[in-house]
Structures are given as structure tokens and as C-alpha cells.
């Protein structure tokens, strides 16, 4: 799975970080998300794929690899 997000749609509502915190994090200034690992492990990619469907803004984006 490759992970892409686009800062610039991101709403900083946290949703990411709390469906998936091992990929996902905010920056203490804005809040606006941060890609931790755009190729997380296998184990991760249901929390990753929750973390996408949750997001309020279209910001992540998924492929498969």
C-alpha cells in the first residue's frame, strides 16, 4: 500500500492520527496531519484504510502496491 497526503486539504481535525497513529501525526503548530510512513506494514493498512474513509477532507489518498 502506498500512502499519499496532501497537507494543503488537510482540516486538522486528528481523525488520522487517532484511527492510525503509527502512519499519521500532527504538527503541534497547526495541526495540519503528517505522513509518518507512506509504505506502512500489512498489519496497519485496515487502521490506514479507516483512517482514509474518516478523514472529513479528501487529504489521503491510497494505492495499492
Known sequence: ????LHQD???ASGQCVL???DVFDQ???DGVAVL??????EELHDDVRH????????AIALADS
Do not use: H, I, N, S
Open 1 to 4: 500500500m502506498q500512502v499519499t
Open 27 to 29: 504538527r503541534d503548530e
Open 51 to 58: 483512517a482514509a474513509a474518516v478523514c472529513p477532507a479528501p
Open 19 to 21: 484511527a492510525a497513529q
Open 9 to 11: 486539504k488537510c482540516v
Open 36 to 41: 509518518l510512513d507512506d509504505r506502512p506494514p
